[in-house]
């Protein structure tokens, strides 16, 4: 499963529920980077905000939607 990380505004918005969306080119690069391929649909992977788990995820294209949210 990708590991993708996330800055503290968007840790944040995943533990409330919230749907990130990557649009920006640096962002997509990210997801790239994490090993996640914006053309297979629904993609799992980890979300991760300094070391620490923040969400079981789901991306799809650019958006990233929580699946599971961890309060570790």
């Known amino acids: 499963i990708p590991a ?3 800055n503290q505004r ?3 918005w995943l533990k409330q529920g919230q749907t990130l969306t990557f649009m920006a080119r640096p962002d ?3 997801l790239t980077r ?14 991760f905000y300094e070391g ?3 969400a079981i995820v789901n991306v ?7 699946q599971r949210v961890l309060n570790l």
């Open 28 to 30: 997509v690069e990210r």
């Open 4 to 6: 993708l990380a996330v």
């Open 60 to 66: 799809n294209g650019p958006q990233v939607h929580p």
């Open 34 to 47: 994490a090993g996640i391929d914006l053309t297979a649909g629904d993609s799992p992977a980890l979300a």
């Open 52 to 54: 620490r788990p923040v």
């Open 10 to 12: 968007e840790a944040a």
